[in-house]
């Protein structure tokens, strides 16, 4: 098969973007080791930018987004991989100026390829995705500097958001008290599922940004948000505590940022990447979420679509009304 279906981002005219379904040729796609058959990716907030005409995100168009692809190899000229073996690629630049998983094919470097863990097919990596790489990234950074599960409420920002309603769930299941902020509060019930003890909304977690320093509640906390919202975070977080830093939804800027509570309590600020993040690390971290970190309760978050139906699910996102994570059905 020499053509496929992929979602067409182009630029109608001078600013405006447009999506659709087209067929494309293999001929197309980029040199690399790896020709991956792709069965399901997932919608995440950059590739809603990247489908938008962010230039930040992506430089040139026409374009397929999508950073994140599981399927199986086609072609390998790497060792590594052979034919039919299960994999994952998420991240580099993959769907931001290289073309991405909204496609029935992929072709990759062999260095972006992680394979699928035991008990991990592709359907199950992708309600997972990024979001759900990032919020085990996080949580791990938080248990590597100390995090117990009896050392009090652990608060999760953008909770109801990809990275959030996983990191929600993870932490539930391995013991921890969980406090949700979010700004959707119609979406209460969804989070005490997901394990939330106590809910909070956005706007009084917003509260005392003038002051430079707010009462010791968290300890630890998962922030996908950023802005001066993870700073009152980093404000009001236990003795020698530390918020994992992901996500920027609020901005990249902590306009009330200071050094008191740093000298002051002993509090960490932890940065989370993972999209550059070396291969081995994610590899280690796809086999704990396989493994001891399986949650067995993935499909409560997820809402799945096919090709034809993302153009919509991007505008949603991008109005913040997407909720949990959006599981892409290539086929």
Sequence with gaps: MSRFR???????????????????????????????????????????????????????????PGIDAAGEVVESASAEFQPGDQVIVTGYDLGVN????????????????????????????????????????????????????????????GACGGVGSVAVLLLTHLGYTVAASTGKLQQVEFLHRLGAQQIIDRAVLREGTDKPLLKMQWAGAVDSVGGDLLFNVVKSLQYGASVACCGLTAGADMATASVLPFILRGVNLLGVDSVELPRAVKAAMWEKLAGPWKLETLEQLAREITLEELPEAISQILAGRMVGRMLVRID
């Design 98 to 157: 290289t073309p991405g998983g909204f496609a029935q094919y992929i072709r990759v470097p062999a260095a972006w390829v992680v394979r699928c863990p035991v008990g991990m097919g592709p359907r199950e990596a992708m309600l997972l995705g990024t979001a759900g790489l990032t919020a085990g990234l996080c949580v791990d950074k938080l248990q590597h500097v100390g995090l117990d599960a009896d050392a009090g409420s652990v608060l999760v920002t």
């Design 6 to 64: 992929a979602l067409w981002v182009t630029e109608s005219r001078p600013g405006v973007f447009d999506q659709q379904v087209i067929e494309r040729d293999l001929a197309d796609l980029p040199a690399g080791e790896v020709l991956i058959r792709v069965r399901y990716s997932s919608l995440n907030y950059k590739d809603a930018l990247s489908a938008t005409g962010a230039r930040g995100v992506t430089r040139h168009y026409p374009h397929t």
